[in-house]
């Protein structure tokens, strides 16, 4: 994970999985979570739904036997303690906003103080064809497009 970018706009990146499935999902976005957190930053987990937060708040206390990333579901109210990764749908606080992942079909704030974007995509049909129009979307914008296949 490299520092976010000073840069107006902000810095997207794809990662693709070979799979189908939605736990190795969730596992890679635990994974890239962690990483995160682990490299001095937090961020916004942007969930497609209530339910698929609830799925990666539980994933992120188990996924990893010894791991802690503090995090907690965005309800509205802000996190007690600084550096807490939340959780939730598409009213992010501003200051969550420098680094958001992706889980959703929605596309997140593109505009300051966003740094990064880190869309995980599935190999489903679904999930590919709606990365395919957030792709267009930031590539409109003039946004840098990384893209990682795992």
Same mark, same amino acid.
């Given at each position: 994970? &490299?520092?976010? &970018?000073?840069?107006?706009?902000?810095?997207?990146?794809?990662? %693709?999985?070979?799979?189908? =499935?939605?736990?190795?999902?969730?596992?890679?976005?635990?994974?890239?979570?962690?990483?995160?957190? +682990?490299? #001095?930053?937090?961020?916004?987990?942007?969930?497609?739904?209530?339910?698929?937060?609830?799925?990666? =708040?539980?994933?992120?206390?188990?996924?990893? !036997?010894?791991?802690? %990333?503090?995090?907690?579901?965005? +309800?509205?109210?802000?996190?007690?303690?600084?550096?807490? %990764?939340?959780?939730? #749908?598409?009213?992010?606080?501003?200051?969550? +906003?420098?680094?958001?992942?992706?889980?959703?079909?929605?596309?997140?704030?593109?505009?300051?103080?966003?740094? +990064?974007?880190?869309?995980?995509?599935?190999?489903?049909?679904?999930?590919?064809? !709606? #990365?395919?129009?957030?792709?267009?979307?930031?590539?409109?914008? #003039?946004?840098?497009?990384? &893209?990682?296949?795992?």
């Amino acid at each position: 994970m &490299t520092a976010p &970018t000073d840069s107006a706009l902000p810095e997207v990146s794809f990662y %693709v999985l070979g799979t189908h =499935d939605q736990q190795q999902r969730q596992e890679f976005a635990c994974k890239l979570i962690e990483k995160i957190y +682990r490299s #001095g930053f937090f961020c916004y987990v942007l969930a497609e739904s209530a339910e698929q937060a609830e799925q990666i =708040d539980k994933a992120l206390w188990t996924f990893r !036997a010894g791991s802690f %990333v503090p995090h907690q579901t965005y +309800r509205g109210l802000l996190p007690q303690y600084p550096g807490t %990764v939340l959780i939730g #749908g598409s009213e992010i606080p501003d200051a969550w +906003r420098g680094v958001i992942v992706n889980l959703s079909s929605l596309f997140p704030p593109t505009e300051a103080p966003t740094q +990064r974007i880190l869309e995980i995509l599935d190999n489903s049909e679904e999930s590919k064809q !709606a #990365g395919r129009l957030r792709y267009r979307h930031y590539r409109q914008l #003039g946004l840098s497009i990384n &893209t990682h296949k795992i």
